[in-house]
């Protein structure tokens, strides 16, 4: 993917290379497979995820790669590049949320959601590089337990239904990481197609591969990560959950996706709190927005979607309030810039936003960006234009 800006402290040469370099330097010997996980950008439906609404994902180029063995000891051993570190553990300690603590907690996970769901998960040694940046928003956990997963799946030969993964990847983060996160991320990683966006419907778990070839359109999306310093993401995260499941129960319905678009204005008025009343509107034009996205990028109509994007990023800054002053800098100087539209994505406070544009145009709207940023005193962002990859696959 052709880089506007690189990311700074990127290590030298390939990620697949890495790892399995990783794994020889570690353990001695070649890997028995390599295996691959994306991370991803949500193109739009935020915060929907969760309230059994709709989302529409694509995989970024950048992986995480988990070179792996299966081996006779009694402990998993992980080496992780970006950690710097290495790490085992027992299975009394993937039997108990809370014993493996910090990067190595989304493994441990893997490990424990799949027995918990009854499978025999192979003793592995395993070594990871990941692309994926850290802390952007980018869903490097997903991908972590997305790679971790379908390897320990191939070496065990598991009987797991791709369809099956995402939940088993989300319950991972959910019950062993501890973060109440909603099912879109690792849905993405799993299940994305090259040159496709996953509209995935969060209940039903019903896929629809709805194309999005930005090349043949001589558009892009440009990737611009706010490096806004996340502030009080799980807490504000685990608050909006719980305000949509407050409305979901005051309004009578199961989730916030029973409520449709015409019927949100009499919801609103049986609700009481402003602050709720505003979540609940997110939400359902939210769901409203992806299904008018989709319909759009059925029939080919990209550059139409701009203004959906930019709606759903006003919707998340005045109703959701889950933006940061350095994502809305990005977002309206993007505009000024000439892009068709452009939006946060991924969970807020912070993180990275995507815009719509030319091509042509992605430098100067990067620069646009860039320029936005200096005068309102923010460190500078980077930026990279995506085009969407494919989901977790195995490479060797
Ligand atoms: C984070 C969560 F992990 C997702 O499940 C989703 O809720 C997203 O925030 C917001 O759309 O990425």
Known sequence: HPAT?????????????????????????????????PGRVNLIGEHTDYNDGFVLPFALPQRTVVAAAAEKGRRWTVWSEQAGERISFGRADAAEPGRVTGWGAYVAGVVWALREAGHDVPVARLAIASDVPLGAGLSSSAALESAVLTALADLGELELPLADRPALAQRAENGYAGMPCGIMDQSASLRCQPGHALFLDCRTLAVEQVPFDLDAAGLAILVIDSHAPHRHVGGEYAARRTACEYAAATLGVTALRDIAVDQLDSALARLDDETVRRRVR???????????????????RLVEIGPLLTASHRSMRDDFEITVPEVDTAVEAALTAGAYGARMTGGGFGGCVLALVDTAAAETVASTVTE????????PPTAFTATPGPGAVRLD
């Open 372 to 379: 936005a940023y200096a005068a309102g005193g923010f460190r």
């Open 5 to 37: 800006t690189n990311h700074p402290d990127r290590p030298v040469g390939p990620v697949t290379d890495r790892a399995t370099a990783g794994f020889s330097g570690e353990y001695g010997g070649r890997p028995a497979g390599v295996w691959a996980a």
């Open 282 to 300: 997110h939400v359902v034009t939210e769901n409203q927005r992806v299904l008018e996205t989709v319909e759009l990028l059925r029939t080919g």
